[in-house]
């Protein structure tokens, strides 16, 4: 699963990275920029299908135009790949409500004995990468929500050592093609590729990202002490 992420550059960086633009008055809720500990639940800049030119603000945790109760948002802050063609929540968003969600790194959490220890993991061939993901409105009277789920896929080999499941990263040419109206969804399920290995990196992190309540730039340095993966420290 994919639960703790970051996006650490500046709203220009953003814009220019992904060639789009920030709604001014979206701008003004989504702070802080940067973010060093994104959690579920919070607000976080997507781009959709419908405007790929436009990044807007929705909030992490899927909530589905049906659901009766928002808080089924905390619960759906994943979508498995295997599944998107199943399950009512995402089939019917897959061929018109795809969007990617910039993040220059996530955080994942491997079990060593009854501890877990917390990675940053990045792309080292993207500064700033995209990852697939599916976004529904929901309606409560006057309320209106936007939601967004991350997509998820089996690790590679690398991130396989600290988790089974990452994240739906798209290589450059992938992204615009997983937001392209022309592209059916089950053709854009073929872009649900694991991130090649040879352009990542994993290493430690503090365990005070652990708490939500801890952004700062330190949360995305190496730790003093880091664990050994396969013979090597990352």
């Known amino acids: 699963m994919c639960g703790r992420s970051s996006l650490t550059k500046t709203e220009k960086e953003i814009e220019a990275r992904f060639q789009a633009t920030f709604y001014s008055e979206e701008l003004v809720r989504y702070n802080p920029i940067p973010n060093f500990n994104i959690a579920p ?13 436009q990044l807007r603000i929705f909030q992490w945790g899927l909530i589905p135009s ?31 409500k ?39 409105q929901w309606h409560n009277g006057s309320e209106l929500v936007e939601t967004f789920t991350i997509i998820t896929i089996a690790s590679n080999t690398l991130t396989a050592e600290i988790h089974d499941r990452m994240p ?8 615009n093609h997983w937001i392209d109206e022309d592209i059916s969804g089950r053709d ?41 993966i396969q013979g090597e420290l990352f």
């Not at 089939?91 to 018109?96: D, G, V, Y």
């Not at 990045?122 to 976004?135: R, Y």
């Not at 739906?168 to 992938?174: F, P, R, V």
């Not at 801890?214 to 730790?223: H, K, M, R, V, W």
């Open 41 to 53: 639940t919070q607000r976080q800049a997507v781009i959709t299908m419908s405007d790929n030119h």
């Open 66 to 96: 049906w659901a009766k109760d928002k808080s089924i948002g905390s619960k759906m802050i994943n979508a498995r790949s295997e599944t998107l063609e199943e399950k009512p929540a995402f089939k019917r968003l897959l061929p018109s």
């Open 98 to 136: 795809r969007c990617i969600i910039p993040l220059d790194g996530y955080y994942e959490w491997k079990t060593q004995g009854k501890s877990k220890i917390p990675f940053r993991i990045i792309t080292t061939d993207q500064e700033i990468f995209a990852v697939a993901g599916l976004w529904d």
């Open 168 to 175: 739906a990263i798209l290589t450059k040419e992938n992204e």
């Open 188 to 228: 854009a399920m073929q872009l649900l590729l694991p991130y090649p290995s040879e352009h990542m990196k994993a290493y430690q992190v503090s365990d005070r990202v652990n708490n939500v309540r801890e952004n700062d730039a330190s949360l995305t340095q190496p730790a003093k002490v880091n664990v050994a």
